[in-house]
């Protein structure tokens, strides 16, 4: 028989915990399921030290656990589990957890996350926490000046390379087209830095280092007649091509803008189905913040509060 619970929270990052934290207190017996990477984004990073209350700075892992026993203190039912699909042609609500068990909830605040794209270089993966990052605003601060790159032509990477040009000694920007894909005034910007070298129509092969990033193997004309490789020495490289927010599921029920971040309405979680909420980076293209995060996972339980309690459930 299907599992009934009033509220659902699928994802356990900032905006999953501090949903849940706030749904339990308001006694909405909260079930929250982690996801397939329990803790989401912050695990992956070493030192969090942006995050408010925290002076001396905590690491991503403590931090979550953190959220995670603060969440369970007020008695949310956190589960192992990733939610596998959806039926939400009407209330209460479907969930699949992992392609077995079915709950039926009345209210759900998807905090899903967004994943940041890679190029799928195996040395990404070699020197992961070790001098990779996808998050500049996250990592940035450990290389006050160092030489970094940044990799990707949109508004993220310009907006990553200006902030990190404010830390580093230098920055390079390797862009795979012979022109940036940011909008005219990030670009502006971007190329008026002095302390900014983009590389254009470049591409990465590898990265070299002794445990720790130390250089970037570069093609410049990749399969032109002119073909020839670079080297740069960095001491940081970040990726910032896109993400992918982590909506599948949710399709064809809920709107989505057309890369796949979930539509709310402007400064509320609302999505266009009455009882769901979304909140942190699967709805948030422009911040992608932990604390923006746990801000908006605040609001979708209060939200989801007042809801069941129109509602009489
Ligand atoms: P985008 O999809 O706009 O840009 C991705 C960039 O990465 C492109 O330059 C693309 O190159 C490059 N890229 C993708 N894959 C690879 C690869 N395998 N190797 C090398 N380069 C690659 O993503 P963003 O994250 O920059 O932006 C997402 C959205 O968020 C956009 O709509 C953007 O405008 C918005 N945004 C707005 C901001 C603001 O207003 N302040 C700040 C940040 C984002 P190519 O051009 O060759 O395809």
């Not at 302390?195 to 590898?206: C, D, P, S, W, Y």
Request: net charge negative; hydrophobic share 35%.
């Amino acid at each position: 028989m299907n599992e009934k619970v009033r509220c659902l929270i699928i994802g356990s990052g900032p905006a999953g915990f501090t949903a849940a934290i706030y749904a339990s207190r308001a006694n909405l017996s909260p079930v929250l399921y982690e996801g397939m990477e329990p803790g989401g984004q912050l695990t992956t990073t070493t030192e969090v030290e942006n995050f408010p209350g925290y002076p001396t700075g905590i690491t991503g892992p403590e931090l979550m656990e953190d959220l995670k026993k603060q969440a369970q203190r007020f008695g949310a039912d956190i589960r192992f589990g990733a939610a596998t699909s959806t039926d939400l042609s009407s209330s209460p609500y479907k969930v699949t957890i992992d392609g077995e068990k079915v709950i039926e909830a009345e209210t759900i605040i998807i905090s899903t996350g967004a994943t940041a794209k890679y190029l799928g270089l195996p040395d990404e993966q070699k020197y992961a926490g070790s001098g990779v990052s996808a998050c500049a605003t996250c990592d940035g601060f450990f290389y006050r000046k160092m030489v970094v790159a940044v990799v990707g032509g949109g508004d993220t990477a310009c907006e990553e390379a200006s902030y990190l040009s404010g830390l580093a000694s230098k920055v390079y920007l390797i862009v795979r087209k012979n022109a940036l894909r940011a909008s005219k005034i990030m670009q502006e910007r971007v190329l008026k830095n002095p302390k900014i070298e983009v590389l254009f129509e470049h591409e990465t092969l590898g990265l070299t280092g002794e445990g720790v990033v130390q250089g970037a193997n570069l093609v410049k004309h990749k399969g032109q007649a002119d073909e020839k490789q670079v080297h740069i020495d960095i001491d940081g490289f970040f990726l910032a091509i896109g993400h992918t927010p982590n909506s599948k599921i949710f399709k064809p029920w809920i709107e989505t803008d057309e890369v796949g971040y979930i539509k709310t309405i402007p400064g509320k979680p609302l999505t266009n189905l009455p009882g769901i909420f979304a909140s942190g980076d699967v709805a948030d293209p422009h911040y992608r913040q932990a604390i923006t995060a746990a801000g908006t996972g605040c609001q979708a339980a209060i939200e989801a509060e007042r809801y069941l309690s129109e509602k009489g459930l």
